[in-house]
């Protein structure tokens, strides 16, 4: 039998397509050749409803050119640990100080009351993460800021959900999005910030800049260079594959939502990611007491199956004395397992029947 894979890019002729005639059009990087960068900013934009979107190469660059809008150096900002190192690292390339928090025990994302016993005169923003597409309660969080603290959420799993009846992409400041090939929207590698600030124009100007060696005022050949950027621009083959993706980015979503509604229903473990039409389940997790074992039996049947995250105050370069108890609980329990919109109705109802007997 073959394996059931744990993630799995939805493609078709669309992508094909796309793909060669950017193969054949020598164009190949960011910029006015094929124009499909610009083309993917645009439309994302109309998707998620924001002021502005700035398309980089990946999440972790959308969460470091974000964070370089925040004037974080020296300054605390408040994270969960449950979430891939990127977080973290975000605050890290900017000289800012991660202060982890704990998370919710039932959607697994930031707990905003943790967070209001962490705010200090040095928290300058706050970073939630929408766990698995599970949005994070941004207006609780909000509340929480004020001038002085911005808010980036970290969309990397969350591209479709919605918060308050809005997509998650219009609500916040900056709003960071992964297009790794695992995630419900996916490209080879890419990544976009997508912009709600009052102040829009300009840190469009300053992101574009910052994906691209700190150049500005470029007229034809010339252009300037007044501080510090990278090389994080999206190529064209990306962005590309972006557009054939965004066209069925509802259908797969909605894919994904039936296979929870099924799990919701099916699967008897002592705790799963709960049911919501908000969320998109890039991840959909369990906890499993005896988690090495039943990792084990699922593979010997051929399902694929994953541990996001291990808490990032728990890796050497992050490690602190601090406590974050249901963090590190559900860290030694939880299994992501297969919800990808390839999955077939016999796999779905195979995946069941396996998780219910080894739970
Ligand atoms: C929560 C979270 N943030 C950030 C990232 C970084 O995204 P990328 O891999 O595109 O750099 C990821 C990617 O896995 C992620 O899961």
């Given amino acids: 039998m073959k ?15 796309k793909v060669v005639k950017t193969l054949k059009s020598g164009f190949w990087a960011s910029g006015s050749g094929g124009g499909q960068v610009h083309e993917f900013e645009k439309k994302f934009k109309k998707f998620v409803n924001s002021k502005s ?17 925040c004037d974080i150096k020296g300054k605390e900002v408040i994270l969960p640990s449950l979430s891939f190192v990127s977080t973290a690292h975000a605050i890290m390339y900017n000289g800012g100080t991660p202060v982890f928090v704990d998370v919710d025990p ?67 400041d900056l709003v960071c999005f992964s297009f790794h090939p695992v995630k419900n929207l996916a490209m080879p590698t890419g990544g976009l910030i997508s912009i709600n600030n009052t102040n829009y124009k300009k840190m469009t100007d300053n992101l574009k800049s910052g994906r691209w060696c700190g150049i500005s005022n470029r007229k034809y050949t010339d ?16 962005a590309a594959i972006g557009l054939a993706q965004l066209e069925k980015i509802q259908k797969m979503n909605n894919k994904r939502k039936s296979i929870a509604k ?53 890796m050497s370069l992050y490690k602190k004395s601090i406590k974050l108890p249901i963090t590190e609980k559900i860290a030694k329990e939880i299994v992501t397992v297969p919800i990808h919109p390839n999955l077939t109705q016999s796999q779905i109802d195979y995946i069941v029947k396996i998780i219910n007997k080894f739970s």
């Fill in 3 to 17: 394996q059931i894979k744990l993630f799995d890019p939805v493609i078709d002729q669309r992508e094909v397509k």
């Fill in 53 to 69: 979107c700035v398309s980089v190469n990946c999440g972790t660059a959308a969460l470091h050119l974000a964070a370089t809008l």
């Fill in 106 to 172: 039932h959607t697994l994302c930031i707990d905003p009351v943790e967070i209001k016993k962490k705010i200090s005169k040095r928290t300058r923003c706050i970073i939630p993460v929408h766990f698995g597409g599970m949005p994070a309660d941004i207006k609780r969080i909000k509340k929480l800021s004020n001038s002085n603290i911005m808010i980036i959420e970290d969309a990397a799993h969350a591209c479709g959900s919605e918060f308050n009846g809005k997509k998650i992409g219009s609500h916040s």
């Fill in 223 to 238: 252009y300037d260079v007044n501080k510090i950027g990278w090389n994080f621009y999206m190529n064209e083959f990306s």
């Fill in 262 to 314: 099924i799990y919701e229903k099916e699967l008897n473990v002592s705790r799963k990611i709960p049911f919501t039409k908000m969320c998109v389940y890039h991840l959909y997790w369990i906890c499993v007491k005896n988690r090495k074992f039943f990792r084990k039996k699922l593979l010997e049947k051929g399902i694929e199956t994953g541990t996001h995250y291990k808490p990032i105050h728990q």
